[in-house]
């Protein structure tokens, strides 16, 4: 049994892995630098002028893996009761409907926030509070977060299309 699951493990491709990568990456530092930050506020008056900004930017990067693995999953935002009232046959087409908008939406605002990143990054901003921190780092989560979402839907629809599997199974394997 425990050799079924190293074969299925061997088999996922290590870009279905990313973004959860990412985001117990980042979570599990985000807790540590606040529990750092607390221990430290509370029992010696102190802290780094740079943990809560660090934690926020590290939220906005877990947030956008998020966006993009819920994509890969097919468990985006989606209206099913207009699809549970018209049946199977018309839902499959409101979805694929559904999932072109949000691929378009996705590249366009991709396409958007890079704007404001290369703005920052020309700019050459820092955080107040981590001036060795860029700023454009920020909106590169949003860059590659909305692009991931739009590409993990693509991906999610060629699997289905070629193999008839659900892209859950197909991430989760």
Sequence with gaps: MADDKNA???????YNKIELA????????????TFMSVILRYFFSFTFSWAEQL?????VWITYAGVSWAGG???????????????KRIGYWIFL????????????MSYKVSYIMMNALKRGQT??????CPVWVMYLAGVLGLAG?????IQSRVVMSRGGKNAQVVMEE
């Design 8 to 14: 299925k493990n061997a088999k996922t491709p290590f």
């Design 22 to 33: 990412i985001i117990v990456v980042l979570f599990t530092a985000m807790v540590a630098i």
């Design 73 to 87: 999953l097919n468990v985006h935002l989606r209206v099913y009761a207009l699809c549970e009232l018209l049946g």
């Design 149 to 153: 979402l739009s590409l993990r839907i």
């Design 127 to 132: 955080f107040p509070s981590m001036s060795w």
């Design 97 to 108: 409907f559904g999932d072109i908008v949000t691929i378009i939406f996705g590249f366009f």
């Design 55 to 59: 934690t926020r930017v590290m939220y």
